[in-house]
């Protein structure tokens, strides 16, 4: 993101194909290119890339004297990608807030289903051969409104995490890009950009996991979002909202350093020029987010255990340590078990995954794959169109007032 002005496809102007001329001056002068353009620092028009002639390879340079009236008469096209620096972080924040919010909220049905799908010992009630027979179970048994129970508490985390994940992203990309190869594109950058914003997302974006979890599970003991919070922060005081928070983290790095590379891979083949494209971006979002949440998988089981802390497993862990301390101290490690039985969590990432391991062997791990990438496809993609669109949007009109400010000073 450039400091002074619209340029996020930063084009170097020592490219193939144009004058050292042309060169020369734009280095003097502080020109930058745009859109075949050649700008100067003010935004006025001063020459252009026009293709050569029949049998020339590449652009020739076609120089003009930036006088007023072509200043005025010849509008920059506006690049939606590159901000006014003093409305990038807020353009970037709002759009993120907008785009977390709608992914979240269309898509929290079938993430419902994930969760309840990821279940290690699920009851009979609760379990389902695939995605759209579960949620014909859940509407016929349990009510129309029950795959949607908890949606309020994620809209609320997932405005503010989302604001300082794509704000955090965009910020780190564009400087560690320019640090690293100025006017290319770093997938180095984008993936250490993904893996830092994660962390901001992640410490806003726990405790709301952790409440829409619990209302997400089968036979749910809690009345509403206010009653879980309650009970989890009675029972198991505030660290219980971020017990898997480690795990959340080591999950969402790899998933989200993929899944940016991935998308601004895609973008490169199908959105070279960074124009606003909705296909494009629609299409980048939903690949990138399969590859990365079929590789995650087994994080996310893990995670959803830590979450939910189901009796089921629990109680697995309790009978074997009954069975390991012998027949002589059987009953009297079952009989500590039951006391302990509403102290006893599993906590850190190494246990969940010996819990999962203990119950269902490797295919555990993948509990509820199918409902995660059919989830995730459509939840990425909604995210990077209605991301791009505000981005646009917002972009677009900050830069017509802001021209509009510089014909009233010139008048």
């Not at 601004?264 to 399969?290: D, F, I, K, M, T």
């Not at 791990?365 to 949007?393: C, D, H, L, N």
């Amino acid at each position: 993101m450039e400091a002074d002005g619209f340029v996020s496809r930063r084009t170097s102007v020592e490219t193939p194909g144009v004058d050292s001329r042309v060169t020369g001056a734009a280095a003097g002068a502080g020109f930058r290119w745009m859109g075949g353009r050649l700008l100067d620092t003010t935004g006025g028009f001063v020459g252009s890339l026009s293709p050569g002639m029949a049998g020339e390879q590449g652009f020739a340079p076609v120089l003009h004297r930036a006088t007023p009236e072509t200043s005025t008469s010849v509008e920059p096209e506006i690049d939606y990608e590159g901000l006014p620096q003093e409305a990038a972080t807020t353009t970037h924040m709002l759009a993120g807030a907008v785009a977390g919010i709608m992914e979240h909220c269309l898509m929290y049905p079938i993430d419902c289903v994930k969760t309840r799908m990821q279940s290690l010992h699920p009851e009979p009630g609760a379990r389902y051969r695939n995605v759209m027979d579960a949620l014909r179970q859940i509407v016929r048994t349990e009510g129309v409104w029950r795959p949607i129970r908890g949606v309020n508490v994620l809209a609320v985390g997932a405005g503010p995490a989302h604001a300082l994940y794509f704000a955090c992203y965009e910020k780190i990309k564009f400087s560690l890009s320019d640090a690293i190869h100025p006017g290319v594109n770093s997938h180095f950058a984008n993936g250490v950009a993904g893996c830092m914003a994660t962390v901001l997302h992640d410490a806003a974006m726990n405790p709301a996991e952790v409440v829409k979890q619990r209302m997400q599970m089968f036979n749910s003991p809690y009345r509403g979002v206010l009653d879980c919070v309650g009970s989890l922060w009675r029972h198991d005081g505030p660290a219980a909202f971020y017990r898997s928070y480690t795990t959340q983290l080591t999950m969402n790095v790899p998933f989200q350093a993929l899944h940016f590379i991935t998308y601004e891979y895609l973008q490169e083949l199908l959105n070279p020029h960074r124009q606003y494209n909705p296909s494009s971006h629609v299409v980048s979002g939903a690949l990138a987010g399969a590859l990365a949440a079929a590789a995650t998988t087994p994080l996310d089981v893990c995670k959803t255990l830590l979450n939910t802390q189901e009796a089921q497993a629990i109680h697995v862990i309790q009978a074997e340590a009954a069975t390991a301390s012998g027949a002589v101290g059987a009953a009297a490690a079952a009989t500590a078990g039951a006391t302990a039985g509403g102290s006893r969590h599993i906590s850190g990432l190494c246990e969940a995954f010996r819990t999962v391991y203990r119950t269902g062997g490797m295919p555990a791990f993948f509990k509820g794959v199918q409902a995660r990438i059919i989830y995730q496809m459509p939840s990425t993609a909604i995210s990077w169109s209605v991301y791009e669109f505000f981005k646009y949007i917002i972009t677009k009109r900050q830069h017509e007032r802001r021209l509009r400010g510089d014909r009233d000073g010139d008048k």
